[in-house]
C-alpha cells in the first residue's frame, strides 16, 4: 500500500503528474520544487492559454494516515501518459475549482508542490 509521508499531509490535494516533454525538452523536477500552470489543449494540441493550476490525476488519500487508495489505479492510468524517462510525481496543493477536468480522473491543483518522485 502507498503511503503519503506524514510530514507532506499538509495539502488539500494531491495527484500524480508525468512530467512530459514540453517544447522537445525534458522537465525534471525535485522534491519542494513547484510546477507552473498546465495549458489547455484543443484536439490533442496545445492552446497557449494557461489554465489555473496543474493538471494530474488525482490521487484519493486517507487523510488520517496518508494511504492512497487509488494509487495502483492512478499509476496504470499515468502509464499512457509516460514515454521513455519521463519523472513520474506526486505533488500536493489547493484544488483549482475554476478549471474543467477534461481527462479521466484529472484534477487541476493550485500552487503544485512536488512531494514525491516515483
Partial sequence: ????????????????????????????????????NSYHWVDGCSSG???????AIFLDVDGFDGEVINFDAAVKLAEQYKHDDEQVVIVGGDLSI???FNDTDEIVIKNAEVVEIL
Fill in 98 to 100: 475554476d478549471e474543467v
Fill in 49 to 55: 492559454d494557461a489554465i489555473d493550476g496543474t493538471c
Fill in 1 to 36: 500500500m502507498k503511503t503519503i509521508n506524514e510530514t507532506k499531509l499538509n495539502h488539500e490535494v494531491y495527484g500524480l503528474r508525468v512530467m512530459t516533454k514540453f517544447n522537445g525538452k525534458d522537465e525534471v523536477v525535485n522534491v519542494g520544487d513547484f510546477i507552473g
